[in-house]
């Protein structure tokens, strides 16, 4: 019995050790692929305007087709990051932050802004915030910015389109 009690707490001792480590990377290296993935050629700090989504050019899987799309890579280590979602009235809208572990760290709808712009400031601890925008602190550098319109038709889209890029995701 003796002789199997060390290769028995070194296995398992190490499945232990590579569970936690799966865990804990998991969401780092799923973050890190669909940003590369839906970001591929985009600027960070920048939004990408997707056009809507059909079979030919979905970048996730499963995407709602009858949403409309705006992602930005953001990157906060040299500073706070500035964004800016216009309402589209008469439309359900969200903006959504990630950060790179995919932990959700704040969604804005149509219903917490009152027909306003969502105005956030994407800082890391001790980041100094400009003034009318509302503090999103993040854990990490870098995730991502995710803004989505319910569009009841798609004939909306040119209209909708138009309001959508007065959004913006910049650095302060």
């Known amino acids: 019995m003796r002789r199997w009690l060390v290769p028995l707490v070194v296995c398992l001792g190490s499945g232990a050790l590579a569970y936690q480590a799966t865990l804990h990377a998991t969401p780092f290296a799923l973050m890190r692929v669909a940003a590369s993935k839906a970001g591929t050629g985009l600027p960070v700090n920048r939004f990408r305007f997707a056009p809507m989504v059909t ?19 953001f990157d906060v280590s040299n500073g706070p990051m500035l964004v800016r979602a216009e309402p589209i009235p008469g439309h359900y809208w969200s903006v959504s932050i990630f950060d790179a572990r995919t932990d ?34 993040v854990g990490y550098d870098k995730g991502v910015v995710l803004i989505r319109i319910l569009l009841a038709d798609k004939a909306e889209f040119a209209a909708i389109d138009a309001l959508r890029r007065k959004s913006f995701c910049r650095a302060a």
């Open 104 to 137: 959700v760290a704040a969604v804005r709808s149509d219903r917490d802004t009152g027909g306003k712009p969502a105005q956030l400031a994407i800082v890391k601890a001790g980041q100094a915030v400009l003034g009318g925008y509302e503090r999103i602190t």
């Open 55 to 73: 079979a030919a050019n979905q970048t996730i899987v499963r995407p709602s087709p009858d949403l409309s799309y705006s992602l930005c890579v």
